[in-house]
């Protein structure tokens, strides 16, 4: 590990990451096939662990069981409820061989589970599961610098979270864009919009999303994101902190560059700034009510 904020350059992760995206999506389907239907898709979301990224408690029959990535010894691990846990390792194998892996141990466990193979949110190499042998990849140490960034970052959105009485989210994973979300909603409903059912769900309310992308086909380099929906007038145009933050009208969304914050004097106080003054714009520009969703003072 390097660092407390370690360096993840995209050029020279981008094919662990691909693959690791993949990979993710194969157990991230297993838990939406699983999970109850929370809203928002929360239930089928990914948490941080001390070793890396889980699921939540899946129920299958009268069993249940979770399944985690682990990024110190580089492994998934599934943890049935009645058993011993069973690992397979994490290797430089293909997807396909990846996702025949993981099937044939669920059925060997006696919780075997049907999902739809096909990847989504990703715009390019689109392979289904069981024929992509293109994404073989796994670099360790980039494994665990994703990981590393992801639990100094998660503190950060769970305190700013916590100044919010409002509905929101946790702080999770959704590893359909693979990025480290945390949404506060107004409270009131927003206009209906075209897209699949998931993503008309999501938005089915008033929205102020802050997240973290690792890199993705929008923003090639690890980057931080902020916005609106529906985006109020005026937020483009908003003045925001830090000064490397901006907005980026192809996709309607504030992003600040990984590497402004982890080179910053103080990377906590930096992503704070982002957060804080990006919700501040939008939520005074979109009126939202203020005062019934802010706690004024933390509870001793």
């Keep these: 590990m390097t660092g407390a904020w370690p360096a993840l350059p995209y050029e020279e992760w981008k094919d662990t990451y691909a693959t690791l995206h993949r990979w993710m999506q194969v157990v991230g389907k297993v838990a939406l096939k699983q999970a109850p239907p929370v809203n928002h898709s929360w239930g089928a979301a990914l948490h941080l662990t001390p070793r890396g990224l889980s699921t939540y408690l899946l129920p299958h029959g009268a069993r249940s069981f ?86 100094r970052i998660a503190p950060v959105f769970n305190e700013r979270r916590a100044t919010f009485i409002g509905k929101a989210s946790p702080v999770h994973v959704f590893w359909g864009g693979l990025d480290l979300a945390v949404t506060r909603f107004s409270g009131r409903p927003a206009p209906s919009r075209e897209g699949p059912a998931f993503m008309r769900d999501a938005y089915s309310q008033e929205v102020i999303s802050h997240g973290f992308w690792p890199g993705s086909g929008w923003v090639l380099e690890p980057a931080f994101y902020a916005y609106a929906v529906p985006e109020p007038a005026g937020l483009k145009e908003a003045k925001i902190q830090p000064a490397a933050a901006s907005y980026h009208t192809d996709f309607g969304e504030f992003i600040l560059p990984y590497e402004a914050v982890r080179t910053s004097p103080d990377p906590e106080a930096t992503i704070r700034a982002f957060i804080d003054s990006t919700y501040d714009q939008a939520a005074t520009l979109a009126r939202w009510d203020r005062a019934s969703l802010e706690r004024t003072r933390m509870a001793v």
């Excluded at 025949?100 to 096909?118: C, E, F, H, T, Y």
């Excluded at 289904?128 to 960034?149: G, K, L, M």
Aim: aromatic share 12%.
């Design 66 to 151: 979770a399944m985690e990535f682990d990024f110190v010894e580089h492994r998934l691990i599934v943890h049935p409820s009645d058993d011993a846990p069973r690992t397979l390792p994490l290797t430089s194998w293909s997807v396909a061989d990846f996702y025949r892996a993981v099937m044939a141990l669920l059925r060997d466990l006696g919780l075997p589970v049907r999902i739809w193979s096909m990847p989504v949110e990703i715009q390019d190499d689109v392979i289904r599961f069981e024929e992509d042998t293109v994404h073989h990849t796994y670099n360790p140490e980039h494994a665990n610098r994703f990981w590393t960034i992801l639990t």
